[in-house]
């Protein structure tokens, strides 16, 4: 049988047990259960306190005073996240010590279509500006989004195609300014209606230099190697951002659901800090090194809708399609270097069942074909076809006290080079039991076992790549990863005290690892890598927990606290930049008027390093923010932050640029948002 006709075949098979699934009625109606419903890995809306699946939500509160900063460090320091850190424009989130093509970054659900996920130095094609909730789920059991997800989902969920009517003339207007950077920003959205059509606008520009830090850029470590001493400077340079994105909305909304279209550009240069090139010495002019800057832009396409169902055994039936077009360019000094080039487009269908007694469900399609390329001298991977095709299916029966998730998945995904051709038939499925014992507490125990199949950069790369100090080499025979998991989940919520546990293990079978042969490229003098498979194993925590001190009416005053740990290892040795431990505690004041809060976090020091990597010091951050609400309807906020007050070296050992661009020092951010 065909890799085809088996999706095909899945597919009826599943909107079959699906359907007879809905039709079943048990004997007792499920407990409600409050908290702020998700929606990433959940199509059919599940709350965080009755979810098996480790999840972060920063909503439209959080983002209206958040620092505008690019999505890997916004979401850096949540539990279980951090960033790569690579420089101020480009940084991606690492997820229980994971990242790259290990990690899906959404909008809206779909995939963004750039190269992001080929270097870290690229960044992502999307700003949190942008974004109305940002939903960040952690782990395996996201059947939903496929092996690419093996290590979690940064879901960017926006408003541009709009799903209900504006109550007039809807909008949102921020401005902020920090001094670290001497950075500003500023932004703003729109929504209106229109007869039966519902118009949004949006933009969003930011501008900051060189960011200063608190000790000599770079690490003494480096330098004793290097026989060299710390000098006086104080800034890392070629770190400067600047970008501009902006997009416009429209959709038809009906008494049986709305359907949309979006577009969105965004345009941006940003410096990459030690990634200079060496000017040909033949060249008479003067023999300086040139940094490196990277202009991105894209232009993407959206199309939304929903058809809810009066009867039957479905609710709704969804659609969701984006077209995207992304290039990006490595300048060197003035002159154009390498440029990378990613455009397709992704597309996914989704029947949601009608809830019946405790009976939820997801049957969905999803289809992507995307083109990378790339022109220059660091063009290390071909011009690659990439081609996939997801089934899917996601079950949930909930009786109150006692319930059960599960899910199912296949996957083709075809790849296509000069290099080569392979073709991967993945299959992932997860299974998981809850049991609420009391009205505060909910226990889950969750198995996964997911495929992935490699990338292009991981099957066809053969270069010199600067951003990793390497001669990357592929191996087109590699086969599928494969991650058997188990995850122990605690939600608990009573009177004023909150605590969520996640407990994960993770045995990979045909972990695809970057390793080093020890042989060194003639012509780059960089260090041969190449990419091998070997066994894995990761394990850690993630904790969080509230306990409101005091409360009198809007006003309160809640201790909270969070800490998290990971450790990795391969048959290799120790899994490379593998985030340290850490721990935060903070005070946070909230009334109707004035918010505060302090915040301490501590990371520890991370000595378990692979080859060619170093090993990093702890350090402790202390923040203080507020933010005043001045006028008695309060749709307009003043907020400021001071981050790391005591002026601390930090470098985040999950970053590639760890020993040359530590973390900002102290710096003050201020700015005032207007929602209306």
Do not use: C
């Not at 397709?344 to 069942?353: A, D, K, N, P, S």
């Amino acid at each position: 049988m065909t890799a085809h006709r088996s999706l095909l075949l899945a597919a009826a098979s599943s909107v079959v047990l699906a359907s007879a699934a809905a039709a079943q009625t048990p004997p007792q109606d499920r407990e409600v259960v409050v908290g702020d419903v998700i929606v990433t890995g959940a199509p059919f809306g599940v709350t965080d306190r009755a979810s098996l699946l480790a999840v972060d939500v920063l909503d439209e509160e959080d983002l209206a005073v958040a620092p505008a900063a690019t999505l890997g460090d916004l979401v850096s320091g949540l539990p279980g996240v951090r960033s790569t850190a690579f420089a101020p424009g480009a940084s991606r989130p690492v997820i229980r010590g994971l990242s790259g093509p290990r990690v899906q970054v959404l909008t809206n659900g779909l995939g963004m279509i750039d190269a992001s996920s080929v270097s870290p130095d690229h960044q992502v094609a999307v700003d949190p500006g942008e974004a109305r909730r940002i939903e960040i789920v952690r782990g395996p059991s996201t059947l939903v989004f496929g092996g690419s997800a093996i290590g979690g989902v940064v879901n960017i969920i926006d408003d541009r195609i709009p799903t209900e009517r504006a109550e007039s003339l809807d909008g949102h207007v921020s401005a902020q300014a920090s001094t670290v950077d001497h950075g500003t920003s500023f932004g703003g959205r729109l929504k209106a209606n229109a007869g039966p059509l519902v118009l949004t606008v949006d933009g969003f520009t930011r501008d900051s230099s060189d960011y200063d830090v608190p000790v000599f850029p770079e690490s003494e470590a480096l330098l004793d190697e290097e026989g060299e001493t710390a000098g006086d400077e104080r800034t890392v340079h070629n770190t400067f951002v600047q970008l501009d994105q902006y997009g416009a909305g429209v959709s038809f909304l009906g008494s049986r659901g709305f359907v949309g279209a979006s577009v969105k550009h965004v345009d941006t240069t940003y410096g990459v800090p030690g990634h200079e090139h060496e000017p040909d010495p033949l060249d008479p002019g003067p023999h300086e090194e040139e940094g490196v800057s990277i202009g991105l832009e894209q232009t993407r396409y959206d199309l939304r809708g929903e058809l809810n169902f009066d009867g039957g055994p479905f609710s709704a039936a969804r659609l969701s399609a984006g077209w995207a077009d992304y290039a990006h360019t490595e300048f060197e000094g003035d002159e154009v270097g390498t440029q990378f080039f990613s455009d397709g487009h992704e597309g996914r269908f989704e029947l949601v069942q009608r809830e019946r007694h405790g009976w939820q469900g997801v049957v969905g399609l999803q289809l992507l074909e995307r083109t990378f390329d790339a022109v220059g001298d660091e063009a290390y991977v071909p011009r690659t076809d990439i081609s996939e095709q997801g089934l899917y299916t996601v079950q949930r029966f909930d009786r109150g006290g006692l319930g059960f998730e599960g899910g199912l998945r296949l996957d083709k995904r075809t790849l296509e080079s000069l290099a080569g051709e392979r073709e991967f038939d993945n299959v992932s499925a997860s299974a998981g039991l809850f049991f609420r014992p009391s009205a505060p507490l909910f226990l889950g125990l969750s198995v996964a076992r997911n495929e992935r199949a490699p990338s292009e950069v991981e099957l066809f790369a053969e270069g010199a790549h600067v951003a990793t100090g390497a001669f990357e080499v592929g191996d087109i025979d590699l086969d599928s990863e494969i991650a058997t998991s188990i995850e122990a989940t605690v939600h608990f919520a009573r009177g004023p005290f909150e605590f969520d546990l996640h407990a994960y293990r993770a045995e990979y079978d045909g972990f695809i690892d970057l390793r080093p042969t020890g042989l060194v490229d003639v012509e780059s003098g960089l260090p041969i890598f190449e990419y091998v498979q070997t066994d894995a194993q990761f394990r850690g925590f993630e904790a969080e927990a509230d306990y409101r001190l005091w409360e009198s009416g809007q006003r309160s005053l809640t201790l909270t606290g969070a800490a998290d740990w990971v450790r990795a290892t391969t048959d290799l040795g120790q899994a490379a930049r593998i985030p340290p431990w850490s721990a935060t505690a903070g005070l946070e004041w909230t009334s109707r008027r004035f918010d505060a809060g302090l915040e301490v976090r501590h990371v520890g020091e991370q000595d378990r390093t692979a080859a060619f990597e170093r090993p990093t010091d702890s350090y402790t951050l202390v923040s203080l923010k507020g933010a005043v609400r001045p006028f008695a309807d309060r749709n307009v906020t003043v907020f400021a932050e001071a981050s790391n007050l005591t002026d601390a070296e930090a470098r985040e050992h999950a970053s590639f640029q760890k020993e040359i661009a530590p973390l900002p020092g102290r710096s003050l951010r201020a700015g005032v948002t207007w929602r209306f």
